[in-house]
């Protein structure tokens, strides 16, 4: 394991060069014997990102998620259109830099075009429908066939609200709620070996969590081949329900299915919109910006929280198979504009790529601090 002094970290950190951070252990190494860690990157890789940029994103990270190229919109626009540049050079990208991929996602509400389920000027039948869903799994999934660790088979089908089960999405009210099963079904005879995963947000606490029990519970005993289950984990500072994560986790090995930490994220700023439903907006408040002895405090409180959490994690790493943060750094977020725009904070490192007390906390984590006197 390896050990950085806090203390001393932070008076460095100013003048830590990226150059000087591609050559220390990073995230990966730290946590290589309990899961992999990963990142979301967007746009076409490698080009998208500056050298500096990718230096810090190989040394940090293991594994990687797409974080649009490989959704239905832009892989699938139209019915008889396929693009898969950009899905196709992030493959690559993690092949050349020996990181996992982890496919996401084949069945989702949002970032999907309308034709799937219209039929001319009329709506697509179960059935029309049923025979676009498989089209569309078999092709993208059998074209990476043996070069992704696991696919988000389904996405956020879960309801917010107390009073719905399953949300009502365009999937459900086409082909029905065995859309799910069907989803897992033929993503499984695409590619036998790759693992399945149902993915969401907040399915770690109150409702949500008894209906994702639910969901999963009836996937896994109808002989549905899930094996895993993504909790986003995109959560607000001093709001990280860690114990209602533990009891997640716990409860999910009890089904049999793995857990990854899909979507990591650490928002610092208030809003009133909890979640991560993209189709919530939020009026822009500018006076929301932080700095100086404000951003600082905020950033060691950020640093605490993550820590803890990657204690969590520690403790339970007998079931969690990766955490993926959703972003290389904050100004990558995709909370700069969602769900108003402005100047988040809420990853590892900062717009420049250097490490952020968060990041040194999280490299800590798993370090007893130094005796008094030592
Ligand atoms: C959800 C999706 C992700 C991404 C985020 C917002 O969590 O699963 O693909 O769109 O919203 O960036």
Redesign the pocket.
Same mark, same amino acid.
Not at 4 to 24: D, F, K, P, R, Y
Not at 113 to 136: C, I, N, V, Y
């Given at each position: 394991m390896a050990r950085w002094n806090l203390a001393a970290a932070s008076v460095v950190l100013g003048a830590l060069t990226t150059a000087a951070l591609a050559q220390t252990t990073g995230l990966k190494d730290v946590y290589r014997d309990d899961f992999q860690i990963g990142v979301a990157l967007g746009g076409k890789l490698p080009d998208s990102y500056s050298r500096a940029e990718i230096q810090m994103i190989v040394n940090q990270f293991n594994a990687v998620t797409p974080?649009?190229c490989m959704?239905p919109q832009s892989v699938h626009p139209q019915e008889n259109v396929w693009t898969f540049d950009e899905a196709d050079a992030l493959v690559q990208f993690a092949r050349d830099h020996h990181m996992a991929v982890y496919g996401?996602?084949l069945v989702?509400h949002? %970032?999907t075009p309308t034709w799937f389920f219209e039929d001319g000027a009329m709506p697509a039948s179960r059935e029309l429908a049923l025979q676009r869903l498989k089209e569309h799994i078999q092709t993208v999934v059998g074209r990476y066939k043996g070069q992704i660790r696991s696919w988000?088979v389904v996405?956020?089908a879960i309801s917010d609200g107390p009073a719905e089960y399953l949300r009502k999405t365009k999937w459900l009210t086409t082909i029905g709620p065995d859309y799910i099963d069907q989803a897992f079904r033929m993503a499984h005879e695409a590619d036998p070996d790759v693992e399945l995963q149902y993915?969401d947000?907040n399915i770690e606490n109150g409702v949500k969590h008894q209906h994702a029990m639910k969901l999963l519970r009836g996937l896994k005993e109808r002989g549905i081949p899930i094996t895993s289950v993504g909790i %986003?984990g995109?959560w607000l500072l001093d709001r990280i329900p860690y114990s209602d994560i533990e009891t997640a986790i716990d409860d999910f090995q009890q089904l049999g299915l793995k857990v990854s930490f899909t979507?990591v994220d650490l928002d610092v700023l208030p809003r009133h919109t909890n979640g991560?439903d993209?189709g919530s907006k939020e009026m822009p408040n500018a006076s929301l910006a932080l700095s100086g002895t404000a951003l600082d405090d905020v950033l060691k409180r950020q640093a605490d929280q993550y820590a803890r959490l990657f204690r969590l994690f520690d403790q339970r790493k007998a079931v969690i198979e990766r955490v993926t943060f959703?972003g290389a750094d904050d100004g990558r977020s995709?909370l700069n504009t969602?769900p108003s725009h402005r100047e988040n904070h809420a990853l590892l490192f900062d717009r420049q790529f250097q490490p952020k007390p968060a990041f040194f906390a999280v490299i800590n984590a798993l370090t007893p601090p130094p005796a008094p006197g030592q």
């Amino acid at each position: 394991m390896a050990r950085w002094n806090l203390a001393a970290a932070s008076v460095v950190l100013g003048a830590l060069t990226t150059a000087a951070l591609a050559q220390t252990t990073g995230l990966k190494d730290v946590y290589r014997d309990d899961f992999q860690i990963g990142v979301a990157l967007g746009g076409k890789l490698p080009d998208s990102y500056s050298r500096a940029e990718i230096q810090m994103i190989v040394n940090q990270f293991n594994a990687v998620t797409p974080e649009n190229c490989m959704k239905p919109q832009s892989v699938h626009p139209q019915e008889n259109v396929w693009t898969f540049d950009e899905a196709d050079a992030l493959v690559q990208f993690a092949r050349d830099h020996h990181m996992a991929v982890y496919g996401h996602a084949l069945v989702w509400h949002n %970032q999907t075009p309308t034709w799937f389920f219209e039929d001319g000027a009329m709506p697509a039948s179960r059935e029309l429908a049923l025979q676009r869903l498989k089209e569309h799994i078999q092709t993208v999934v059998g074209r990476y066939k043996g070069q992704i660790r696991s696919w988000d088979v389904v996405n956020e089908a879960i309801s917010d609200g107390p009073a719905e089960y399953l949300r009502k999405t365009k999937w459900l009210t086409t082909i029905g709620p065995d859309y799910i099963d069907q989803a897992f079904r033929m993503a499984h005879e695409a590619d036998p070996d790759v693992e399945l995963q149902y993915n969401d947000y907040n399915i770690e606490n109150g409702v949500k969590h008894q209906h994702a029990m639910k969901l999963l519970r009836g996937l896994k005993e109808r002989g549905i081949p899930i094996t895993s289950v993504g909790i %986003q984990g995109h959560w607000l500072l001093d709001r990280i329900p860690y114990s209602d994560i533990e009891t997640a986790i716990d409860d999910f090995q009890q089904l049999g299915l793995k857990v990854s930490f899909t979507e990591v994220d650490l928002d610092v700023l208030p809003r009133h919109t909890n979640g991560a439903d993209v189709g919530s907006k939020e009026m822009p408040n500018a006076s929301l910006a932080l700095s100086g002895t404000a951003l600082d405090d905020v950033l060691k409180r950020q640093a605490d929280q993550y820590a803890r959490l990657f204690r969590l994690f520690d403790q339970r790493k007998a079931v969690i198979e990766r955490v993926t943060f959703w972003g290389a750094d904050d100004g990558r977020s995709w909370l700069n504009t969602w769900p108003s725009h402005r100047e988040n904070h809420a990853l590892l490192f900062d717009r420049q790529f250097q490490p952020k007390p968060a990041f040194f906390a999280v490299i800590n984590a798993l370090t007893p601090p130094p005796a008094p006197g030592q």
